[in-house]
Every structure is written in C-alpha cells, then in structure tokens.
C-alpha cells in the first residue's frame, strides 16, 4: 500500500484549566491515504476538533500543548516545524472546512477575493490570475453564474453557497489534505447530501486524503471509506465503515449504531439510548472512560485503560470484554 498523506501517531494534547490539567487527546494514532475519507466520529468533548487542530498547529499555548506524538504529512513531522513555516502549509498542501460559514468568512471582503487571497500568498501569482482562479473554483463547486457571484459579500448568499465557497477555498491550492469539520451542520439535509456528494467526488477527482469530523453517523455511512470512534480523547474502535456498521466491537460504537432510527423499527418503541454523560475530561476515571455507562463494565475496566487490539486487518477495538 502507498504511503499515507498523514500518518498520527501518539499524538496526545494537553490544556490547563481552573480546574486541573484536561488531556483532549490521549495517545491518538490513525492514518489517511490519498482519496480517502476517514471520518471521526463521537459526542461533544470527545476530542476530535481537538485532533484536527493539533494537525493544523492551532493549538493555543499557553493553555494547550502538544505533549507528546508524531504529525507525519507526506513524511515531515509537523510537530518540528515553526509557525512560519506552519503557515506556509496551512491553506496550501492542508485545508480546513468549518462548520459555520458565517462565521468563517469575512462579512466585508467579498466571496471572490477571500478565494483568491490564498492562490495569492501561497502560489505568488498576480491578482488577475488569482481571481480568475477564484471564478473557476465557484464554477467547480456548482455555483450558478460564477463569474458575477465573485463581488458579492457572504451575507448575499444562502448558507449552501456560503458552505460551497468554503470548499472552494479550501480547494483554491490544490490542497493534499482536507479536514471539513462538521462542515454540514447548519443545513438542511437536502444541501448537506449535495454538499458531501461534492466534497467526496472532488477528493476521490484530485486523490486529496479527507478527514470528515461528524457526529451524524448516517452521513458517515454514506461516504467514509474508514471509521475512528473517539471516546474521552482517546480512539475506542477503528475499521473500515464496512466493519464498524456491520460488526461494531466496541460497547460504545454498539450504543451510537443503536440510537439511529431505523425505517424498519417500531414507531411505538422509544429509541435505545446511552445512559449517562460523557466523562468529565479534567476527572477521567483509571480505566475505561466509558466504564460508567457500559452495559458491559467489569472489574477490569474500573482498574486499567484497554489498548486497541487487532480484531482483524484493519480493525481495532479497545475494550476487554468484547
């Protein structure tokens, strides 16, 4: 198999808080190849946005650090590199989608020159390149009458065209790496299908690795190629989406398939649901965070963390009693 376009490995971040030390991100490894889509997935405070901005560099320090791991992007460690030198892969060979537009875009440059400032910076081109650039970007990602589109501002447009010129930009260099976090949340489903109809096809055109943070575990069925379930910042099963949907290892991973509505089930029937909270990051208990809410907890998940161990090739599960 080629080389990943990112390769994680260990990567554990760190903050300081009021109320003690929060480990966002525990010992997390995983990899992404070329056209692929691995999507992340958990509740709230699970540490995935945390992971995406350990990738990027965007930690704030103080209070965060990156205590401990390897960020490899086509074999350079991103851990060694300055801000400088960060910046200058930022929004070039890695892209980042967010999930409101809005508030990502700037309300006073119009759409076309908040596409054409990165082909500016990073491929030192005349304007007038870039901005044609831009205008062929907005026609790439299915905005009507592109051309006229590139002097509006972002409050003129609805929140798919708003959405769908976040992917241009994040596509404006022909980036390796897309992380798009939840980069659908505010639309509806009928322009969340097209706007990750959009994205997959572009990643799977241009061979760009994607890592698609989400909660919505149907859009992950739908166009992940592999699957990390985080738990407490810490990966508690990973496979292919083929082995995560049809044969779930890992209690949590068992509780979030459970709770999605299903065509065929009793209308009558509530939902299946996991008891609890999500743990307290600043007071993880010694064993397995999910041990409080586990219909399958033991003695031995309240006295030690489990390790991913092999299932299978390719699919790994941390869990002692599965």
């Known amino acids: 198999m ?5 390769q994680v490995k260990n990567l554990t971040t760190r903050f300081r ?10 010992n997390v490894s995983f990899e992404v190849h070329a056209g692929e889509t691995l999507a992340i997935v958990g509740e709230s405070g699970s540490g995935k946005s945390v992971t995406s901005m350990s990738i990027l560099g965007l930690i704030p320090s103080p209070p965060g650090r990156i ?23 930022r929004g070039d060979r890695i892209a980042m989608i967010f999930q409101d537009s809005m508030a990502s875009l700037n309300p006073s440059i119009t759409i076309g020159k ?21 205008s062929d970007l907005l026609t790439r990602v299915q905005i009507p009458d592109a051309q006229s589109r590139l002097s509006a501002y972002p409050h003129l447009f609805s929140g798919g065209m708003r959405q769908r010129s976040m992917i241009a930009m994040a596509l404006a260099c022909e980036p390796r ?13 009928t322009v969340q ?15 760009t690795a994607m890592i698609l943070i989400t909660h919505d575990l149907g859009v992950v069925a739908r166009y992940a190629d592999r699957v990390a379930v985080m738990y407490g910042g810490r990966i508690v099963e990973q496979g292919t989406a083929r082995d995560i949907f049809e044969q779930p290892q890992h209690p949590y991973t068992q509780g979030l398939l459970a709770s999605i509505p299903r065509i065929d089930s009793d209308p009558d029937q509530p939902l299946p649901a996991i ?19 586990c219909p399958r907890s033991s003695r031995d998940c309240d006295a030690a963390r489990p390790a991913l161990t092999r299932v299978k090739e390719g699919h790994s599960k941390a869990c002692f009693n599965t």
């Open 177 to 189: 790496l897309i992380i798009a976090d939840e980069p659908t949340t505010a639309l509806d489903v």
């Open 2 to 6: 080629a080389t990943p376009v990112l």
């Open 17 to 26: 808080t009021e109320h003690g030390e929060v480990t966002a991100v525990d």
């Open 67 to 89: 205590e401990q791991g390897e960020i490899l992007f086509e074999g350079q460690d991103l851990l060694q590199l300055d801000a400088e030198q960060m910046r200058r892969i």
């Open 275 to 293: 008891e609890g909270m999500p743990p307290d990051l600043s007071a993880l208990p010694p064993g397995c965070a999910f041990s409080p809410r």
């Open 114 to 134: 908040q596409i054409a400032e990165p082909v500016q910076l990073h491929r030192h081109v005349p304007w007038s390149q870039a901005y044609e650039r831009a």
């Open 193 to 207: 299908a097209q706007i990750l109809d959009l994205l997959k096809d572009l990643t799977q055109k241009d061979q």
